[in-house]
């Protein structure tokens, strides 16, 4: 076969750098930062298994990582999606759920592979995992997936479905309600319960709104949160983690009314990595069910907060003069739409 016959039947992968451990440096004083070195072509026989074109995009540590920055890798996926059968995206381990559950919701009807991987370890160490992570990163972004996932150590996961569970190991990810969609070995296995590459059309929304936080409620403390919350003018979506099925401190359900009358949206969540959200079980849940939360049902905390800043976003600017409680409805109605599997099918 010749070089471009070769090249011709190769798949086109995309690779989208923004930083991570696997292109830090040790600073001055010892701590790893952000480095400029060029390492793709380390990677020993990548041009063998993909046609790979690369932007760099950013170098950052993911703890600095932005909804605006999540918005242009998804703007670049979109704007490439043509041409290129699928994409790596290089990211640091801290917050690659968040992304990925990020990108979940903003590109709508993906049928080809988005996979985000980096590393434990900067790629110039002795030892690194990032040569691995991209290799196979690449070669699965060729494969029968058609949607965002992560790929690392030895499994595939669903994006919007995994957390960073391992600050030490090389396998740092898991989806505790899930099996993980693939096995990486000696050779790439597929599982059944993944989403096939399949034809669609593409959509992209990226006009989230970031003013959402998480908070976990806490066991034996005084302090009101709430109420500071309360208060918070710039506050507009709040993920707040129970306990158990989603249980609330009776002490916080004052704070939590005042919160639900600005029509803020509350989605609540549970704080153990399985099953689902049962408000209705005990009446410390029923109490913020019955005030007007909304269950999270079995989304990941990280899931949540993604999906509720796509709700506000895809809510304010579809319709922006729905009176508050009419969005409030509509946000909650967005959470409850499952989006790539990122829950379980409701009645
Ligand atoms: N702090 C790093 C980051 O998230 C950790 C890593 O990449 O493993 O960018």
């Given at each position: 076969?010749?070089?471009?016959?070769?090249?011709?039947?190769?798949?086109?992968?995309?690779?989208?750098?923004?930083?991570?451990?696997?292109?830090?440096?040790?600073?001055?004083?010892?701590?790893?930062?952000?480095c400029?070195?060029?390492?793709?072509?380390?990677?020993?026989?990548?041009?063998?298994?993909?046609?790979?074109?690369l932007?760099?995009?950013?170098?950052?540590?993911?703890?600095?990582?932005?909804t605006?920055?999540?918005?242009?890798?998804?703007?670049?996926?979109?704007?490439?999606?043509?041409?290129?059968?699928?994409?790596?995206?290089?990211h640091?381990?801290?917050?690659?759920?968040d992304?990925?559950?990020?990108?979940?919701?903003?590109?709508?009807?993906?049928?080809?592979?988005?996979?985000?991987?980096?590393?434990?370890?900067?790629?110039?160490?002795?030892?690194?995992d990032?040569?691995?992570?991209?290799?196979?990163?690449?070669?699965?972004?060729?494969?029968?997936?058609?949607?965002?996932?992560?790929?690392?150590?030895d499994?595939?996961?669903?994006?919007?479905?995994?957390?960073?569970?391992?600050?030490?190991?090389?396998?740092?990810?898991?989806?505790?309600?899930?099996?993980?969609?693939?096995?990486?070995?000696?050779?790439?296995?597929?599982?059944?319960?993944?989403?096939?590459?399949?034809?669609?059309?593409?959509?992209?929304?990226?006009?989230?709104?970031?003013?959402?936080?998480?908070?976990?409620?806490?066991?034996?403390?005084?302090v009101?949160?709430?109420?500071?919350?309360?208060?918070?003018?710039?506050?507009?979506?709040?993920?707040?983690?129970?306990?158990?099925t989603?249980?609330?401190?009776?002490?916080?359900?004052?704070?939590?009314?005042?919160?639900?009358?600005?029509?803020?949206?509350?989605?609540?969540?549970?704080?153990?990595l399985?099953?689902?959200?049962?408000?209705?079980?005990?009446?410390?849940?029923?109490?913020?069910?019955?005030?007007?939360?909304?269950?999270?049902?079995?989304?990941?905390?990280?899931?949540?907060?993604?999906?509720?800043?796509?709700?506000?976003?895809?809510?304010r600017?579809?319709?922006?003069?729905?009176?508050p409680?009419e969005?409030?409805?509509?946000?909650?109605?967005?959470?409850?739409?499952?989006?790539?599997?990122?829950?379980?099918?409701?009645?």
């Amino acid at each position: 076969m010749s070089r471009e016959n070769h090249e011709k039947s190769l798949p086109r992968i995309l690779i989208l750098d923004t930083g991570g451990t696997i292109s830090q440096k040790p600073g001055n004083g010892g701590a790893l930062e952000p480095c400029s070195t060029d390492y793709i072509e380390m990677v020993p026989r990548l041009h063998e298994i993909a046609d790979i074109s690369l932007t760099r995009l950013e170098r950052m540590d993911s703890t600095d990582m932005t909804t605006p920055l999540r918005g242009i890798i998804a703007e670049k996926i979109a704007e490439s999606y043509e041409d290129h059968d699928g994409f790596v995206v290089l990211h640091g381990t801290d917050t690659m759920a968040d992304t990925a559950a990020a990108l979940n919701y903003m590109l709508s009807g993906l049928g080809k592979p988005v996979v985000l991987t980096g590393a434990q370890l900067p790629i110039f160490a002795p030892g690194p995992d990032g040569m691995n992570n991209l290799y196979y990163s690449v070669k699965v972004a060729g494969m029968d997936l058609g949607e965002v996932v992560i790929c690392f150590g030895d499994r595939i996961l669903r994006g919007c479905r995994s957390m960073k569970e391992n600050v030490h190991g090389f396998n740092a990810f898991g989806s505790s309600r899930i099996p993980p969609l693939g096995e990486l070995g000696v050779s790439v296995r597929l599982l059944d319960h993944r989403i096939p590459r399949h034809r669609g059309k593409l959509r992209v929304f990226t006009k989230f709104d970031p003013r959402v936080i998480y908070l976990p409620v806490t066991s034996g403390s005084t302090v009101n949160f709430l109420e500071q919350l309360s208060q918070w003018q710039e506050l507009q979506g709040l993920v707040l983690g129970g306990f158990g099925t989603g249980n609330i401190p009776t002490f916080l359900m004052g704070s939590l009314k005042k919160i639900l009358k600005r029509h803020i949206p509350v989605v609540v969540v549970t704080t153990c990595l399985r099953g689902d959200t049962i408000l209705d079980q005990y009446h410390v849940g029923k109490a913020a069910k019955d005030a007007g939360v909304t269950e999270g049902i079995d989304l990941s905390p990280i899931a949540a907060v993604q999906k509720l800043m796509y709700a506000i976003g895809v809510t304010r600017s579809q319709s922006p003069d729905l009176p508050p409680a009419e969005a409030l409805k509509r946000i909650y109605s967005l959470m409850r739409i499952p989006v790539g599997r990122d829950i379980s099918l409701v009645e």
